[in-house]
């Protein structure tokens, strides 16, 4: 079954420490990797997406880069204000196209 | 331009009473989603409609039905409410995965 795994579960960073979260998927023929952030009591923002395998995305401190297997979003010298979940899923064709679930991210807390 | 404008933003309910959640979106987008957080737990999925005058299940269905109004609205419709329906709703449109979210539905079933 497609699936995507995210890791890891929760990541403390000090303000500044860079470090990466990672997003597996198992799906056949990937058609999109879609990268989210959810502050709590919102609803998840739109950050990036990726089609192809070497393909790269940045947005201020994060870059978003897709191998074969797997996805990472890179966060460098992160602020208490990236501390957010971070969530990651993939588009899905034939009768479930369009549909997009999330699991349970990755929590991020950055510590000033 | 509002986005994605989901009413009511707070409601109290009895077990048993039955309501209606309402969402609009301006941004001319073929795909609505309803989906339910409970604390401490991510997003799941309750329907989806990926183009107007279509409606799917998602992960977590039972209890709920939808109605996709026009491009603009997809409901959401609780027939009897029950406590294990107590959540944050939100309603998200969008294309190719791009999703826009509202400001969330806060529901307590007493």
């Known amino acids: 079954e497609d699936q995507v795994t995210q890791s890891p579960e929760a990541l403390r960073l000090q303000e500044g420490e860079s470090s990466s979260l990672n997003c597996s998927y198992t799906?056949?023929?990937?058609?999109?990797l879609f990268w989210y952030r959810q502050d709590p009591g919102k609803g998840p923002e739109f950050l990036f997406t990726l089609y192809s395998a070497g393909e790269e995305k940045e947005k201020e401190r994060l870059k978003a880069t897709l191998t074969k297997k797997e996805s990472f979003l890179h966060i460098t010298a992160p602020k208490p204000e990236d501390s957010a979940t971070y969530l990651c899923?993939?588009?899905?064709?034939?009768?479930?196209?369009?549909?997009?679930?999330f699991g349970q991210g990755t929590i991020l807390t950055v510590h000033p | 331009n509002a986005g994605v404008t989901q009413t009511p933003k707070f409601q109290v309910l009895k077990t048993g009473q039955s309501m209606t959640l309402q969402c609009a979106q301006d941004?001319?987008?073929?795909?609505m989603y309803w989906y339910r957080q409970d604390p401490g737990m991510g997003l799941r999925l309750i329907y989806y409609?990926?183009?107007?005058?279509?409606?799917d299940k998602g992960e977590v269905p039972n209890g709920y039905n939808v109605s996709r109004l026009n491009k603009r609205e997809f409901s959401l419709r609780l027939e009897s409410a029950a406590p294990s329906q107590t959540s944050v709703y939100f309603c998200?449109?969008?294309?190719?995965?791009?999703?826009?979210f509202g400001e969330g539905s806060r529901l307590t079933v007493l």
């Open positions: 998200a449109s969008g294309w190719v995965g791009e999703l826009f």
């Open positions: 899923d993939h588009l899905r064709g034939g009768t479930s196209y369009g549909k997009l679930t």
């Open positions: 409609s990926a183009s107007e005058g279509t409606t």
């Open positions: 799906v056949s023929g990937l058609r999109g």
């Open positions: 941004m001319n987008h073929n795909s």
